[in-house]
Each structure stands twice: as structure tokens, then as C-alpha cells.
């Protein structure tokens, strides 16, 4: 079996050892070089030469969760599967990120830590947790499993996503027609949405205004799902409380970008979950061996809707 691997060069040897300790049937190649026809393709942001020199036969494998960044090559063939990470010990990170962030919000940190910086004692009024509220824009495997980690915390916890979800203690909200009023119950909204031709600029000023006075953004998804104008004006105007960002549509982020010194922005380098290597091989080494014996695997991405 002919295995391709792409990733970034400074973790090649990392991935190279590990698939091949997961794999030793499997010859790799590990790219620049590029066997014309592989079996499968492990690859992160690959560059459209890759598939004109190699073009896999039964399956790519994508170094990640989310799939924009393989969906947007001209080059990617459109008839062998796609088949992303699910989960690979990201979960565990992004809920640790997650709920520190809501946490911070919700006891007030930043603004404590302003109050220090100008040397001043002051109370703020505690808030309910019931009017609190955590929503989630986007609900799959990264959604559900921070929901999992806040939910002995006692926010009120809220999803959205296309279909319909039954998560215990999560009130589910689907589809464009129940987005407004999804979002007006999100004290703190978590998007955990892929980047799509539908979800590009989803949280713009209307979207923003729609969440409660003195709400905050926790993007860990994609940039381009929110209008960065449109974020800065609905925090200058005082209607949101804060954002804490580890995405953006140009990373890393242009030093000159407004985000960087914005007094309401806390802000991170697309850290809030890193691909394992372990895991991942891991993960891909058994589906690998699935389609082997022709079994079905899940993550297979679904071209039309994007993710
Ligand atoms: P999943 O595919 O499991 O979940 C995506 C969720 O978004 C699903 O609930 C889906 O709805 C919902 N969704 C997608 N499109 C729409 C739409 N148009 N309208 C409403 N809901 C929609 O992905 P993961 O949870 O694994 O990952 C989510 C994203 O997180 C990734 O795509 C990636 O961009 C980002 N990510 C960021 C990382 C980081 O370090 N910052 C690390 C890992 C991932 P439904 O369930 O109904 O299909
Ligand atoms: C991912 C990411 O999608 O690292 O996995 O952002």
C-alpha cells in the first residue's frame, strides 16, 4: 500500500515516524517526493501541484477537522472520498479553552483586570447564572463535547446547527429561520461552525446585535465567519462586552489589523486545538484498515454541503 504524506515541514519527521509506526505494511512517501497513483493521501492545505503529481485512488485524509482549507484546492479530485478528523483529542483542548473563556466573561476577569491596571477597588454586581446563557453556533463533535465539559458549571445551554439536536440540557435550535432567536439567548456565543459557502460572514453587525447587551464572542472555528468591521463597530458601541478570538480570515493575523490592540479583544494564534500527531495517526491508521476490509468509516466529508 503507497501512503502520501503533506503536512507542515517543520513536523514531517514527527508524522513520517508515527504513520509509520502505525503503518509498517505501508510504503510512504513523504512530499515533495510523489508517487503518481498513492492508495491514500494524508495531506493539511496542500498545494494544487500535489494532486496534478499524485492523485490518490481510495481515499484523502485531511490533518485537521475542518476541511476549507482542501475543499478550496483546484486541483482536488472530486471523485475519492474526503475524510476529516473527528475529534483526535481536539475536544479536550477546545473545552479547556471554551470554558476558561466563558468562565473569565462570565466572573468579569478583563474587566477586574482593567480596574487593576487603574488601581481600583471596585465590586461589580454578581449575574445570575440563569441569565447567563452559552450558546453554540454549530453543534457536531467539537460543539457537543465542550457543551459536555460546561454543563456542570449551570449555564443555560443552547445550540444551533442545521439538524435538530437532542443533547440533554441543550435547548436545539436549526436552520436560518430559528438563528435570530437562538442568538438572542446567547449571553456568550461559542462558534464552533465550519467554514462554508454558507456559513462565510454568518455573524455580521445584524447577527452581532441580535445577542443580549453585554455579550461575548468566542470564535475557535473559521475567520470568515465573522465580519471583522462589523465585530470592532458592535464593540466600540458598547452592545458586546468582548471577543475572545483564535481565528481569523488572514492568519497570522497582519500586525497592522485592528484586532491586535482592541482593549475588548482577547486574542490567540489558532491554539485552542492543536492536531495531535498520536491520535490523529491513530485515528487514520483504523480507518485505513476499514476500507481495507471494505467496512464503512465515519468523518467522510460531504462535498455539496461543504464540511
Ligand atoms: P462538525 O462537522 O462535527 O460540526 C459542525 C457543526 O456545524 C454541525 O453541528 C453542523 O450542523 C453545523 N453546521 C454546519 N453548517 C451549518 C449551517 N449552514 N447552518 C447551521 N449549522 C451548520 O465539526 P467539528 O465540530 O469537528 O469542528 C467544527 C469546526 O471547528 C471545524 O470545521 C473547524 O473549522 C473548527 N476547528 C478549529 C480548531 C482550532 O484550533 N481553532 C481546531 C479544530 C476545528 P449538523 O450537525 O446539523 O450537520
Ligand atoms: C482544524 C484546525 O480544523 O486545526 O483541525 O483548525
Same mark, same amino acid.
Given at each position: 500500500m503507497k501512503i502520501l504524506l503533506q503536512t507542515p515541514r517543520e513536523r514531517a519527521a514527527e508524522w513520517h515516524a508515527a504513520l509509520a509506526a502505525a503503518m509498517p505494511e505501508a510504503t510512504v512517501a513523504v512530499w515533495p517526493d510523489a508517487p !503518481?497513483? @498513492? #492508495?491514500?493521501?494524508?495531506? $493539511?492545505?496542500? @498545494?494544487?501541484?500535489?494532486?496534478?503529481?499524485?492523485? @490518490?485512488?481510495?481515499?484523502i485524509f485531511n490533518l485537521g477537522a475542518g476541511v476549507d482549507g482542501l475543499m478550496s484546492v483546484p486541483t482536488l479530485p472530486n471523485d475519492v472520498p474526503l475524510i476529516r478528523l473527528e475529534d483526535a483529542g481536539m475536544a479536550e483542548q477546545m473545552a479547556d479553552y471554551?470554558?476558561?473563556?466563558v468562565l473569565r466573561a462570565y466572573r468579569e476577569m478583563d474587566v477586574y483586570a482593567a480596574q487593576q491596571r487603574a488601581g481600583l477597588w471596585q465590586m461589580r454586581p454578581i449575574i445570575a447564572k440563569s441569565a447567563f446563557g452559552v450558546g453554540f453556533l454549530g453543534f457536531g463533535v467539537l460543539g457537543d463535547?465542550? !457543551?459536555?465539559?460546561?454543563? @456542570?458549571?449551570?449555564?443555560?445551554?443552547? *445550540? $444551533? *446547527?442545521?439538524?435538530?439536536?437532542?443533547? =440533554?440540557g441543550v435547548a436545539s435550535y436549526a436552520g436560518l429561520a430559528e438563528l435570530h432567536e437562538f442568538l438572542a439567548k446567547a449571553r456568550v456565543l461559542v462558534c464552533l461552525l465550519p467554514a462554508t459557502a454558507d456559513t462565510a460572514s454568518l455573524l455580521d453587525r445584524a447577527a452581532l446585535q441580535t445577542l443580549p447587551p453585554?455579550?461575548?464572542?468566542?470564535?475557535?472555528?473559521?475567520?470568515?465567519?465573522?465580519? #471583522?468591521?462589523?465585530?470592532? !463597530?458592535?464593540? #466600540? *458601541?458598547?452592545?458586546?462586552?468582548?471577543?475572545?478570538?483564535?481565528?481569523?480570515?488572514?492568519?497570522p493575523l497582519p =500586525?497592522?489589523?485592528?484586532? $491586535?490592540?482592541?482593549?475588548?479583544?482577547?486574542?490567540?494564534?489558532? &491554539? *485552542?486545538?492543536?492536531?495531535? &500527531?498520536s491520535d490523529s495517526i491513530a485515528q487514520i491508521a483504523a480507518k485505513i484498515h476499514r476500507l481495507e476490509r471494505g467496512e464503512a468509516v465515519s468523518g467522510v466529508v460531504d462535498r455539496v454541503r461543504g464540511y
Open positions: !503518481a497513483n @498513492p #492508495d491514500y493521501a494524508l495531506v $493539511w492545505k496542500p @498545494p494544487a501541484e500535489l494532486f496534478v503529481r499524485a492523485r @490518490p485512488t481510495r481515499a471554551v470554558v476558561l473563556a463535547a465542550v !457543551a459536555r465539559l460546561l454543563a @456542570p458549571f449551570g449555564f443555560p445551554l443552547y *445550540s $444551533w *446547527s442545521r439538524t435538530r439536536k437532542a443533547a =440533554p453585554g455579550a461575548h464572542l468566542i470564535n475557535v472555528a473559521r475567520g470568515g465567519i465573522v465580519v #471583522d468591521e462589523d465585530l470592532i !463597530a458592535v464593540l #466600540d *458601541s458598547g452592545h458586546l462586552a468582548g471577543a475572545t478570538l483564535d481565528v481569523f480570515r488572514e492568519e =500586525p497592522e489589523h485592528p484586532f $491586535w490592540h482592541h482593549p475588548r479583544i482577547v486574542l490567540t494564534p489558532h &491554539v *485552542s486545538a492543536v492536531t495531535l &500527531v
